[in-house]
């Protein structure tokens, strides 16, 4: 008897990495692309935008994917939902370099004496250990959430699904929020 799952092979694996290093460059351009957009908009060029999301979202995809037609307003709104968007895994991708550096290479940019407080404490080597257990499943998280992102934005330039406008709203008004009230407590 045959087993029907396949075992992921190295080829399978290098994908799944390229998938998301083009998903996080695709972050990263979320806010140029957007402001870009919503400068397209106010000077009714719309066109401009579209063939600026088809290269993009072709980009990310690694095959021809077609945005629909935007309307100036839908050009401007998708314009700053991206841009908000954009900054939101700019964070997160700020996040990602900590849990790197303060994780499983800790060691190696703490110099100072453990502290019994320490996590993993109070041998080096078991903070070190400690940080990098607890790093290594936040970085799997917030790549995770980076992959997410582009994934929503991609279908809301798309227009291919009713739920991913109200979804991208909300993504961005709650990444609003959070910048607010972080912002407040600097």
């Not at 390229?18 to 106010?42: E, I, K, W």
């Not at 000077?43 to 629909?68: D, K």
Request: hydrophobic residues 55%.
């Amino acid at each position: 008897m045959t087993d029907t799952l396949t075992q992921p092979t190295i080829r399978d694996t290098i994908t799944g990495l390229r998938r998301l290093g083009r998903s996080v460059v695709y972050d990263a351009l979320l806010v140029p692309v957007g402001v870009l957009t919503m400068a397209d908009a106010v000077v009714g060029e719309q066109e401009t935008a579209v063939r600026r999301w088809r290269r993009l979202v072709t980009y990310r995809l690694g095959r021809a994917a077609a945005p629909r037609a935007m309307s100036a307003g839908q050009a401007f709104g998708y314009g700053l939902l991206s841009a908000v968007l954009g900054l939101a895994s700019v964070f997160v991708m700020l996040l990602v370099v900590l849990a790197v550096v303060r994780g499983p290479f800790w060691g190696l940019v703490e110099h100072g004496p453990v502290q019994p407080g320490t996590w993993g404490g109070p041998t080096r080597a078991g903070a070190w250990t400690a940080h990098a257990l607890i790093a290594v499943p936040c970085i799997l998280v917030f790549l995770f959430a980076l992959w997410g992102i582009a994934a929503l934005q991609t279908l809301l330039v798309q227009g291919t699904r009713r739920w991913v406008l109200p979804a991208t709203i909300a993504l961005a008004s709650g990444s609003l929020a959070f910048f607010w009230s972080w912002l407040q407590q600097l």
